[in-house]
Antibody
Framework: QVQLQESGPGLVKPSQTLSLTCTVS??????????WSWIRQPPGKGLEWIGY???????YYNPSLKSRVTISVDTSKNQFSLKLSSVTAADTAVYYC??????WGQGTLVTVSS | DIQMTQSPSTLSASVGDRVTITCRASQSISSWLAWYQQKPGKAPKLLIYKASSLESGVPSRFSGSGSGTEFTLTISSLQPDDFATYYCQQYNSYLITFGQGTRLEIK
């Protein structure tokens, strides 16, 4: 059974780059016709799609974040990653990774603060 | 971008009630719509995909319908475990968007 687990710093300083990794277990990240997503949820607010990387390597990003986001895959480690640059307090959120619609990680809280 | 609008934002209901949540898309998304349930501190859980397909393991009291721009999630008989926040999500476009959520609370 495929499971996803987010990891990375829980505290990031303003203007720095937020970096998170999602480790996939129970299946290969390079097999199948899947897209691997990042979604976030500010405290007390709704879900915001950040972007995804398709199994082919194509990436698609939320236009509102596109200039600051990079999603990449490391097939050798069975992981995919999120980098969000120039963060501000507005980027404080629980960050989730997901495969297609149905499989989500548990989420990790990232706080942007000095 | 395709905008998704859910209504109502908050819904008060009792155990045993039949409830319906609506999601409208700003343009046609065919049937590329999913519904999620989220409880506090937890990741969203997929309930319905492709507008009306029930995810494996989800109770049959949940159902989805609609196509084009208007969709509904119905819970036929509310159970105590169903009080949560519900989100719709369109994936017709390669740019995915969520509705703002509907909080289902106990009356």
């Amino acid at each position: 059974q495929v499971q996803l687990q987010e990891s990375g710093p829980g505290l990031v300083k303003p203007s720095q780059t937020l970096s998170l990794t999602c480790t996939v277990s129970g299946g290969s990240i390079s097999s199948g016709d899947y897209y691997w997503s990042w979604i976030r949820q500010p405290p007390g607010k709704g879900l915001e799609w950040i972007g995804y990387i398709y199994y082919s390597g194509s990436t698609y990003y939320n236009p509102s974040l596109k200039s600051r986001v990079t999603i990449s895959v490391d097939t050798s480690k069975n992981q995919f990653s999120l980098k969000l640059s120039s963060v501000t307090a507005a980027d404080t959120a629980v960050y989730y990774c997901a495969r297609d619609n149905g499989i989500w990680g548990q989420g990790t809280l990232v706080t942007v603060s000095s | 971008d395709i905008q998704m609008t859910q209504s109502p934002s908050t819904l008060s209901a009792s155990v045993g009630d039949r409830v319906t949540i609506t999601c409208r898309a700003s343009q046609s998304i065919s049937s590329w719509l999913a519904w999620y349930q989220q409880k506090p501190g937890k990741a969203p859980k997929l309930l319905i995909y492709k507008a009306s397909s029930l995810e494996s393991g989800v109770p049959s009291r949940f159902s989805g319908s609609g196509s084009g721009t208007e969709f509904t999630l119905t819970i036929s008989s509310l159970q105590p475990d169903d009080f949560a926040t519900y989100y719709c999500q369109q994936y017709n476009s390669y740019l995915i968007t969520f509705g703002q959520g509907t909080r289902l609370e106990i009356k």
